[in-house]
């Protein structure tokens, strides 16, 4: 069993759709969570991060974390063609430890 | 802007010729790592430096190696390049102190072994 499973997609969802990504992690001892985006031919960008438990928002972007289900999630509201990427999720079991990312989730979001 | 720059960005060699992928960092980071990403799957961690102390993930085959000869540089050496190694190469680097321990990417170096 991967310590971080995400489905991989691809998703596809109509321009302004709520998007709602997820992983699943087996290792309780995971405190940093982090979403990172990755557009085509291009290294990861840090789009959100969550310590322990929560939501956390940012504009159209909102992480949650739920550890006793260990289980994370972002949404994505009001989806732009530019929001088209891949999204992966990531995590750490302290700020020094080594970060587990999940496969990816490819989005795309049509006009 | 302080960031993260990988050189070359696409290289292209042939099968056992040795490659070098550059990895430079304006960040002042004192934690470096390499990672390695295939097509629709994770980035897997080949190894990472704190300062200078190299340390090596277990399943890392011997045919990588690197040398971080200062701060701001690393290098990834793949000695004899075989098809499986084709992928995109990411540095990252992050800070150990004070913080989420948030990873910063280079653009990457996608490699080709014809």
């Known amino acids: 069993q991967k310590e971080v499973e995400q489905d991989p997609g691809p998703l596809s969802v109509p321009e302004g759709a709520i998007v709602s990504l997820n992983c699943t992690y087996s290792n309780s001892a995971f405190q940093y969570f982090m979403w990172y985006r990755q557009y085509s031919r291009k290294g990861p960008e840090l789009l959100m991060y969550?310590?322990?438990?929560g939501n956390k928002e940012d504009g159209r972007f909102t992480a949650q974390v739920d550890k006793s289900s260990k289980y994370i999630s972002l949404f994505i509201r009001d989806s732009q063609p530019s929001d088209s990427a891949t999204y992966l999720c990531?995590?750490?079991?302290?700020?020094?430890?080594?970060?587990?990312f999940g496969q990816g989730t490819t989005l795309q979001v049509k006009p | 802007d302080a960031m993260v720059i990988q050189n070359p960005r696409y290289q292209v060699t042939q099968f056992g010729k040795p490659v070098t992928l550059s990895c430079s960092q304006t960040l002042n980071h004192n934690v470096m790592y390499w990672y390695q990403q295939k097509s629709s799957q994770a980035p897997k961690l080949l190894f990472h430096?704190?300062?200078?102390?190299?340390?090596n993930e277990a399943d890392t085959p011997d045919n990588f190696q690197s040398r971080r000869p200062n701060t701001s540089f690393c290098f990834l050496d793949i000695r004899s390049p075989g098809l499986g190694d084709a992928a995109m190469y990411l540095c990252?680097?992050?800070?150990?102190?004070?913080?989420?321990?948030?990873?910063?990417f280079g653009e990457g170096s996608r490699l080709t072994v014809l």
């Open positions: 990252a680097t992050s800070r150990t102190s004070g913080n989420t321990g948030e990873l910063f």
């Open positions: 430096y704190y300062d200078k102390d190299f340390n």
């Open positions: 969550t310590y322990s438990s």
């Open positions: 990531a995590m750490r079991p302290g700020n020094t430890g080594k970060l587990i």
